[in-house]
């Protein structure tokens, strides 16, 4: 009995032994290089399948049997590790980046694939890159980042639109890129916050866009939000705050320069000033006294303010992830009154319902409140600000309102009063986007997935002018009032299924999908007269007046569509791709509704092949080439294939006068798509473990059936109508290089790319070429020609000017004067033809805005918990016109000036390119010429950041895992020599035949601030 019983306890023991034995505890924390914790490495026992994987901040805790020698950790996009464990119970373990797996699924049309299995041309930009800049817009974040695609700002005022050109310009209309978020089709991205977003996607060629067809001949741009991931909770916040002000003023006349030039022009006139008058009296006065009179910019121009702030929680487990985002953004603007405040509102959740179903909810929310900036031609605040006399006085202390002129001047307003007025020029905005999904695996390698999306924009505009008067030119008789509403609501369904089989060393990919979408919008604008000026009445019905406005705008359009697409891959060697899309589109009559776009790409991955890997420094080296066809449905207006007619004619019937309409466009019901071939040649190529990476591709773009005007007869009593008759080319060189590596802590990445794009116009169907760039004073300035590329300058060359009685007399044809009405001191215009006579005829190219080459430099260096980066970008090739030149090189003196003007002709001055001074201007020195054609190249440093990482054992107490604080500074220096206030400029009224000419456009600011990062 005894022996029995001591048997039986020696062998609980022996088991409570062993147990305690096999059930050992060990701990430990998995970090990236940046010593960042890892979540959901796997960690298992080698040989078994005992395991865990590691918490949201990377640690973990294990069971191990006594036994037990090796861990093997495994995570996706890290080098799978071994450790042993050689009694430890404690473990700091770093893991590697696997820049392979890193690399190894990218988003594209419908799905995702492997980056070694893409055959066209896309590039990526990830979130570190799209954050560091300060802006509302994504979009500015990425200029210069990725070669072939150019992106401008169309204006440095707070949420200006940007323009962005993938491959040149495609279409003398409309070639902007469609933006899919999350499966959802868009032409607006303005409910994205720059921190919303975890990866940019931008498809160049067509072989990559035709899945999207009538919406991809421009390119397509994929944006992937940040989704939630398992795990305990994990918040972050993200905060900046900073000052801005313009880099660059124009240098003006000062009240006694400019009070000089204009009298020296009655002078060289022979205009005597009667002394008893008030003119000759205040010029004199201002010529010889101390006073500088008004800067007018410094009147307008601010030091404002920028600030934003960012709070995420995301997390998740087994059935549901989730994150949740806020972001507050505000800006002043350098531009007095030109504020922007946006709120926006973020969830995305993906659900599990069961093994075979998942699903998932993406909501944005963004409401905009913006004080419009004014920037027309006349009167717009900086073109005021750079053209008014100095000689006025902002603001009139004896009248206690603003100044007047004190003598007959150009640029009649006052600016201060411009500004000041246009606080009250308010435009809302609420626009709220929802995505829904469900995903079903039907059978092992089926799934089906089902989409729909909703886009829902509200508008409201407000705008008050009050009554004034300063004098008889400058004056409102009456107040105005104009608001308006609007609201454009689109939604997207799309269904598709994919399949994917493999079979030895070959495997494929099927996917075939529906797809309709519909888009309308209205609007309407009032505008009453005599409001009374007071804030609390500005009201529509709180018009005095019986007169009234009304504007209103409708569209309604949809698109229904077929696509498919075949993946081929055969021993991850021989990659083929081809798809097909069918679009109808009700912007065409039945009859031209529908389009076909088929593409087709391979490439071969020729770092598979034994003899290639028997060099031990390629890592990957990949040949890609395609061709597809894709179409612009954007180009077509809608009911573009209809005759229109505006109202407000007047006609006598008898001793009756009524109210009629009457054509302006010819019908063509035989309008159709617009449609781009395009050709791409590419290689890939990653060497030393892709430490080096190069991208190179050489690509040829042709469209076709361009929508244009082409001329009818007079007689026909109608506008021309829109014709499928032009053609327009693009080729191009693209460049990407880029290298990182570490060495003893210190971890550096740097990447340049570079791309040169030709653009020429083939054929605008036997029409004449067409007009655009109109400037007041200055006419015509931008000419689309068969030949040349879209809206080149075309205007009369120079030589100088006529420094001498001899230089006039020697400018003769046939023994006759070619500029009979020039004196000396006047510009000297070529005869290009040779006929004697400076006219039209004389016209000829000046250059273009469309840059020779583009490029940017990036850099991130790391060591010991700081981090520098910086990043240039730039163009080459780049002529502007100054469309304020007209006024700021005036001859008669009239409106101020550039400080170059003081070294004109004069007699004594003879040797200079200044033109003289003269009222009357008989040889007509300010016509367009090359003297207001100028260079636009620039490098422009756009963002130097310094930030430092706390260390993490100071701040675990506090339960943060990580805490970054940085210094930072956009558009630091810019290297250029346009004398204008910024070089960088866009399309004004966004239209492509005005690009490049600048009306004091206004310019991008300097940013400094300092931001903190911090992870709960």
Known sequence: MFQRLLMTVSLFLVSCLMAVAQNQNISGTVSDQKGEGL???GVVIKGTTIGTTTDVEGKFTLGIPADAKTLVLSSVGMKSLEVEIGGKTTFTITMVSDERALDEVVVVGYGTTKKSDITGAVASVKAEAITKIATSNPLQAIQGRVPGVNIVSQSGEPGAAVRVRIRGVGTINNSDPLYVVDGFQTSDISFLAPGDIASMEILKDASATAIYGSRGANGVILITTKRGKSGAPKISFDTYAGVQKTWNTVDVLNASQYATLRLESYSNDGTVLPTNEKLYQTLNTFKNGTDKGTNWQDEVMQTGSVQNYSLNIMGGNDKHRYSLTGTYFGQDGIVKNSPLKKLFLRFNNDFYVTKWLDAGISAA????????????????????????????????????????????????????????????????????????????????????????????????????????????????????????????????????????????????????????????????????????????QWYLT????????????????????????????????????????????????????????PSFAAGYNLAEESFIKSIPAISQLKLRAGWGQVGNQNSAANYGYATTVTGNNMYVFGDQAVQGFAPTTASNPDLKWETTTSSNFGVDAGFFNNRLTLTADYFIKDTKNMIVRVPIPVFAGVGPPYVNAGSMSNKGIELAIGYKNQIKGFTYDIGFNVSKITNKVVNLGGGEPIAGGDVTGLGQTTRTEVGREIAVFYGLKTDGIFRTQADLDAYTKEGKAIQPNAKPGDVKFVDLNNDGVIDNNDRTYLGSATPNLSYGFNASLGYKGFDLSFFLQGVTGVQLVNGLGHWMNNANGMFNSISSRMDRWTPENPNTDQPRMTQLNPNNNDQFSDRF????????????????????????????????????????????????????????????????????????????????????
């Open 39 to 41: 979540p959901g490495v």
């Open 365 to 536: 929310y963004a409401n905009t409140d913006k004080t419009q900036y004014v920037g027309s031609q006349y009167g717009g605040i900086l073109t005021s600000a750079l053209t008014v006399s100095p000689l006025a006085k902002a603001w009139d202390p004896v009248t206690n309102f603003y100044g007047t002129r004190p003598v007959p001047e150009g640029g009649a307003y006052n600016p201060l009063r411009i500004v000041d007025e246009y606080k009250n020029n308010k435009a809302y905005e609420t626009l709220v986007n929802s995505n829904f999904f469900l995903d079903a695996k039907i059978i092992p390698g089926l799934n089906f997935r089902t989409q729909f999306g909703v886009n829902w924009k509200t508008t409201h505009a407000k705008r008050y002018l009050p009554q004034y008067y300063l004098a008889n030119d400058d004056q409102r008789q009456h107040s105005t009032l104009r608001e308006g509403r609007g609201e454009q609501l689109g939604w997207v369904w799309t269904n598709y299924l994919t399949y994917a089989k493999t079979f030895g060393k070959h495997s494929f990919t099927a996917m075939a999908g529906f797809e309709a979408q519909r888009t309308t919008y209205s609007d309407m604008f009032l505008t009453v007269l005599d409001v009374p000026n007071d804030k609390s």
């Open 542 to 597: 709180a018009t005095k007046g019986t007169d009234y406005l009304v504007e209103a705008t409708q569209s309604d359009e949809s698109l229904q569509s077929y696509f498919g697409r075949l993946n081929y891959n055969f021993n991850e060697k021989l990659l083929l791709t081809a798809t097909l899309r069918r679009d109808g589109s009700s912007r065409f009559l039945p009859a031209n509704r529908w389009g076909t776009f």
């Open 933 to 1016: 054609v100028s260079s636009g190249n620039y490098m422009r440093l756009r963002n130097l950041t310094l930030g430092y990482t706390l260390p993490k054992g100071v701040m675990e107490k506090f339960h943060i895992s990580n805490i970054r604080v940085y210094i930072a500074a956009d558009n630091l220096l810019t290297f250029t020599k346009y004398k204008g206030m910024d070089p960088e400029i866009g399309e004004f009224n966004n239209n492509p035949l005005n690009f490049g000419v600048d009306l004091g456009a206004y310019p991008q600011p300097r940013v400094g601030r300092i931001g903190v990062s911090v992870n709960f």
